[in-house]
């Protein structure tokens, strides 16, 4: 069964940083590209980031290149994002999710996704 | 980058109606790469259908999806209790992955 488990949300002060994880199983973690997802309270979806199965590439949204650093390590199947000089509008559960493509190169839907992890960005 | 309009943005229907939910793209998505999610309150994101017209594993057939280059649609043929949501469509023709704002399918 797959499983994707987000933590390190939380409430942080503008400006502030913040280094999300998210722990997977049940699948061939190095196969396949990962994405972080969020969304504001109350708002629809907003892909973010994502990382193809090697690591390799790397991919981002306008709104947070430059600020957000998307990363994997696969002898722990854990996917990460480095979340720099946070604004109140990336206040939102952030999820995780898998790709349902294998060597997708950057064109990805997802096929499961974790719970999700509530950052908050307010003084 | 890819905008996706779904209309309308609210569907007031009772159970057992048939629902027409409408994605529409700014540009032509390329091979059809278009996907659509159920989304309940409190609930992640539920993959229904992918490639435009593909069921995910474990979908009823009560959902479909068709569509091709800017417009695209997911059809339910049967409201049951449980597909009161918020559905999303989002294109992965570009490694830009936009989603539209979703349409609210709510009990009238």
């Known amino acids: 069964e797959v499983q994707l488990l987000e933590s390190g949300g939380g409430l942080v002060q503008p400006g502030g940083s913040l280094r999300l994880s998210c722990a997977a199983s049940?699948?061939?973690?190095?196969?396949?590209?990962m994405s972080w997802v969020r969304q504001a309270p109350g708002k629809g979806l907003e892909w973010v980031s994502g990382i193809s199965g090697s690591g390799g590439s790397t991919y981002y949204a306008d709104s947070v290149r430059g600020r957000f650093t998307i990363s994997r390590d696969s002898s722990k199947n854990t996917m990460y994002v480095q979340m720099n000089n946070l604004r109140a509008e990336d206040t939102a559960v952030y999820y995780c999710?898998?790709?349902?493509?294998?060597?997708?190169?950057?064109?990805?839907?997802?096929?499961?996704w974790g719970q999700g992890t509530l950052v908050t960005v307010s003084s | 980058e890819i905008v996706l309009t779904q209309s309308p943005g609210t569907l007031s229907l009772s159970p057992g109606e048939r629902a027409t939910l409408s994605c529409r793209a700014s540009?032509?998505?390329?091979?059809?790469?278009l996907v659509w999610y159920q989304q309940k309150p409190g609930q992640a994101p539920r993959l229904l259908i992918y490639g435009a017209s593909s069921r995910a594993t474990g979908i009823p057939d009560r959902f479909s999806g068709s569509g091709s280059g800017t417009d695209f649609t997911l059809t339910i043929s049967r409201l049951e209790p449980e597909d009161f949501a918020v559905y999303y469509c989002?294109?992965?023709?570009?490694?830009?992955?936009?989603f539209g704002q979703g349409t609210k399918v709510e009990i009238k």
């Open positions: 049940g699948f061939a973690f190095s196969t396949y590209a």
């Open positions: 540009q032509s998505v390329s091979n059809n790469y």
């Open positions: 989002q294109q992965y023709g570009s490694s830009l992955k936009t």
């Open positions: 999710a898998k790709s349902g493509v294998v060597g997708s190169k950057g064109k990805d839907y997802f096929d499961y």
